[in-house]
């Protein structure tokens, strides 16, 4: 069993604190557009010129998004709620029960009460000539299952970035093997051990950990918050994309611009350098015995 002693002050403090939401916009404005014309189209065998003529098909259209839009505020509402009231780590299964229950099964219900309300009084079809068992209740209970998949990554997401960042605001440094690092893999939370850790590379504006097994977990946080919470003994910020353990640097080689090539293990997918101006002080760190050296 992972020895969870060094981490409990901080979760509690982190599951009992008032946080917003992750930022779901890009759901309101991507997701949701589909999932309107998605409950109108799919299904429906008319020409797209023929739908265009019929006004049915544009009150369609509203009823669809007045159903996705009030579901959407009505999500970022309850999952806000579920995230405050249930912790990751000793609540995960009320959590999912409770987007079960309250994110599927009642919305599925409502939706498609609100769907027979709107096919009897404002088309005029009669109940045996309903289409919702077998079309508009799966097309539903799908896009459900969608959003409430959506939303639970993203808090799970945020949960394990307010746990790193709680880390790194620790006071103190570095210098013990039971120190440990959260990294995530699939859906489970792993602490790290930070003898382990054999570099942070910084690619595309998204910060990596690369363990000494060659391991790649992403740990977005900046590498200035990083840098201070390790042991600078152990740890050198070689440049502005790398932040490399002692370990992992296996060689280094002065270039023809007098910089210094540096050779990591595991081997990264771009080339590390450290500037002419911070050369000797890499070399002065890495070897503490040849302080005087000049970089030729």
């Known amino acids: 069993?992972?020895?969870?002693?060094?981490?409990?002050?901080?979760?509690?403090?982190?599951?009992?604190?008032s946080f917003s939401g992750p930022n779901d916009r890009w759901i309101f404005r991507f997701v949701y557009p589909l999932m309107t014309f998605g409950a109108v189209h799919i299904g429906n065998d008319n020409p797209l010129l023929t739908l265009w003529s019929l006004p049915s098909y544009y009150t369609d259209l509203i009823l669809a998004a007045f159903c996705t839009y009030g579901a959407g505020y009505y999500?970022?509402?309850?999952?806000?709620?579920?995230?405050?009231?249930?912790?990751?780590?000793e609540q995960a299964r009320r959590r999912i029960a409770g987007h079960a229950v309250y994110g599927v099964l009642i919305p599925l219900l409502l939706i498609l009460g609100i769907e027979c309300l709107y096919l009897r009084l404002f088309l005029g079809i009669p109940p045996r000539e309903f289409t919702v068992h077998y079309l508009e209740m799966p097309l539903v209970f799908g896009f459900l299952l969608i959003i409430n998949l959506f939303y639970i990554i993203l808090y799970y997401r945020q949960y394990n970035s307010r746990l790193q960042r709680?880390?790194?605001?620790?006071?103190?440094?570095?210098?013990?093997?039971?120190?440990?690092?959260?990294?995530?893999?699939?859906?489970?939370?792993?602490?790290?051990?930070?003898?382990?850790?054999?570099?942070?590379?910084?690619?595309?504006?998204?910060?990596?950990?690369?363990?000494?097994?060659?391991?790649?977990?992403?740990?977005?946080?900046?590498?200035?918050?990083?840098?201070?919470?390790?042991d600078?003994?152990?740890?050198y910020q070689?440049?502005?994309?790398?932040?490399?353990?002692?370990?992992?640097?296996?060689?280094?080689?002065?270039?023809?611009?007098?910089?210094?090539?540096?050779?990591?293990?595991?081997r990264p997918e771009q080339a590390v350098f450290v500037s002419k101006a911070r050369a000797?002080?890499?070399v002065s760190w890495l070897q503490p015995d040849r302080k005087e050296e000049l970089v030729s």
């Open 1 to 17: 069993m992972r020895d969870l002693s060094y981490f409990p002050p901080m979760q509690t403090n982190l599951e009992h604190s």
């Open 75 to 89: 999500f970022r509402y309850l999952f806000q709620k579920l995230d405050r009231k249930y912790q990751w780590e």
């Open 166 to 230: 709680a880390l790194l605001r620790e006071p103190g440094r570095v210098t013990s093997k039971a120190d440990y690092l959260l990294v995530n893999r699939g859906a489970r939370t792993l602490q790290l051990p930070l003898e382990e850790v054999a570099y942070f590379a910084k690619l595309d504006g998204i910060t990596f950990l690369r363990t000494a097994g060659g391991e790649k977990f992403l740990y977005d946080l900046p590498l200035e918050q990083i840098r201070k919470r390790l």
């Open 232 to 235: 600078q003994d152990s740890f």
């Open 238 to 266: 070689l440049n502005r994309q790398f932040i490399a353990g002692r370990k992992s640097i296996q060689a280094y080689a002065a270039t023809d611009t007098r910089k210094l090539a540096i050779e990591l293990h595991p």
């Open 280 to 282: 000797t002080h890499f």
